[in-house]
């Protein structure tokens, strides 16, 4: 019989366990390969994400033979249309287990059933299906190392290869593939299944081993930048943990920590799907934030990259225009939105989603939650970060916040990151919005008020 394959964030054709069920299914008919454009998670929002997308959905066609069906709408309609036109009864996909895709997943296994036909659901995008480590007590864990440990030693199986001999019916009718935006002046890294392995094999073979420490430098280009591949599913993070096993030493250990913390925030969300916005730690989400015309100027200069900070202008320059941000400087630019600002963490959290090229709503507001000291390992509430500290350990020599701050690129060393101790000021670049030394004060006694 033929069957469907709906790709979602899953574009890829290796360690597809879904796909090969598939094609295996179909047996000597054929598979359709569907993607639908849902405006609900595929959203246009900032140009370097739809520019990912709309690339890696032609990467996929080509490796296809130009057979990829796109679609656009909403999936309840569209996924059982694109089955009956085939006479397909069953359609396979990989699960989903955010709040919005198993919600949506059930609403399209339902349309399907009514029309008679069945959808499957094999692997997940992560090592470990959320909500299978648990507790010896079957409780799930709340704090990382914990669950890391467990995570350990309840393994994941090798990845498979892709499938061999699949007969894909001819995409006829689709509704045409999304453009792909013009952005001059951006270098954005390639999309793709190919790329993906690419820049995998490239960072096992000349980065892991330093990965430990220059994973802190965003001077360095020390991190993998695998997150936007694993984001949209064009590599299995199976894939990078079999690759990884054969490497050993710091780095390496160091890196599968990092891809268990993917794991393990896709696992509080799926047990508190409410962690996604609402502090997971209430008392401390209680601390009063400010709103109203100042704290809204300040929002505003803080997403445009104009704080007068300069290594939080640097890491929102570089988010606004390649649309991702090295890990530590999303740690300063979220701390100083909500430590220095006083703002609520899930305004930052909104404005990192919409343009991350990897924005995920586990890592991103999870991440963000631990920032703020709200979620499972917060970083205690009274650490407030420096930025001007956090500036010169991390980016010693100043050649970050040059690279993406045009206004300082004639200042040397480290001596940009305090632009208002030079003798002449900048031209262009603006004053400290905020004293950070008073509102990190401010911050104390706010986590007091709550405290008590
Ligand atoms: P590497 O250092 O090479 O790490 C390898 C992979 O491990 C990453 O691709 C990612 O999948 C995973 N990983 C690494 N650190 C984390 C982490 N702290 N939490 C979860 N997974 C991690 N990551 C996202 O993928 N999407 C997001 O929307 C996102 N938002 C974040 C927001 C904040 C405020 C913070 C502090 C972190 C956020 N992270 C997010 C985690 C981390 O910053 C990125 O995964 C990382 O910077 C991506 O670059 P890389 O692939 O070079 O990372």
Redesign the pocket.
């Known amino acids: 019989p033929n069957t469907v394959f709906w790709f979602r964030r899953d574009l890829r054709l290796i360690d597809n366990p879904a796909l090969l069920e598939a094609v295996s299914a179909a047996g000597d008919d054929g598979v359709r390969a569907l993607f639908v454009l849902d405006p609900v998670p595929f959203r246009a929002s900032g140009g370097p994400r739809t520019s990912h997308l709309a690339r890696s959905l032609r990467a996929l066609d080509d490796a296809l033979g130009g057979a990829l069906l796109i679609r656009h709408g909403d999936p309840v309609t569209e996924v059982p249309r694109a089955a009956a036109e085939i006479d397909a009864d069953e359609v396979y996909i990989a699960a989903d287990y955010g709040p919005y895709g198993s919600r949506r997943d059930q609403r399209v296994e339902k349309a399907l059933l009514d029309a008679g036909a069945t959808l499957h659901r094999t692997g997940s995008p992560y090592a470990v299906a959320p909500g299978r480590v648990r507790k010896p007590d079957g409780t799930p864990y709340r704090v990382f190392t914990p669950f890391s440990k467990a995570w350990r030693t309840h393994g994941w199986r090798g990845p498979v290869d892709a499938p061999k001999k699949v007969s894909w019916l001819p995409a006829k009718d689709g509704d045409g593939f999304p453009d792909v935006p013009d952005l001059p002046d951006v270098e954005l890294p390639e999309a793709g299944e190919d790329a993906a392995r690419e820049r995998l094999a490239a960072f096992l073979d000349e980065k892991v081993r330093h990965y430990k420490s220059d994973?802190n430098r965003p001077d360095h280009d020390g991190?993998?930048?695998?997150?936007v591949h694993?984001?949209y599913g064009e590599l299995h993070p199976r894939t990078i943990l079999a690759e990884l096993a054969k490497h050993r030493g710091e780095g390496a250990d160091t890196?599968r920590n990092?891809?268990c913390?993917?794991d393990f925030?896709a696992d509080v969300m799926f047990h508190r799907p409410e962690s996604v916005w609402e502090s997971l730690d209430q008392r401390v989400g209680s601390i009063e934030t400010d709103s109203g015309k100042q704290a809204d100027e300040r929002f505003e200069a803080w997403a445009a990259g104009r704080t007068g900070f300069p290594i939080v202008d640097a890491g929102m320059r570089q988010l606004l225009s390649v649309g991702w941000m090295?890990?530590r400087v999303?740690?300063i630019t979220?701390s100083f939105l909500v430590k220095d600002l006083h703002l609520p963490w899930q305004r930052g959290a909104a404005h990192?989603?919409d343009l991350?090229v990897?924005?995920?709503y586990a890592?991103?507001n999870h991440?963000?939650q631990?920032?703020a000291g709200t979620g499972t390992d917060a970083a205690p509430y009274i650490r407030v970060f420096n930025p001007v500290t956090q500036g010169k350990k991390f980016d010693p020599d100043g050649g970050y916040v040059r690279r993406w701050v045009p206004e300082l690129a004639e200042v040397s060393g480290a001596a940009v990151h305090e632009p208002w101790t030079l003798e002449t000021q900048p031209e262009g670049y603006p004053e400290p919005i905020v004293d950070h030394a008073a509102e990190r004060k401010e911050t104390l006694d706010r986590f007091e008020r709550v405290r008590r």
């Open positions: 994973r991190t993998s930048r695998l997150s694993l984001k890196f990092e891809i913390w993917r925030y090295h890990n999303r740690m979220a990192f989603l991350l990897d924005g995920d890592s991103n991440g963000w631990w920032v």
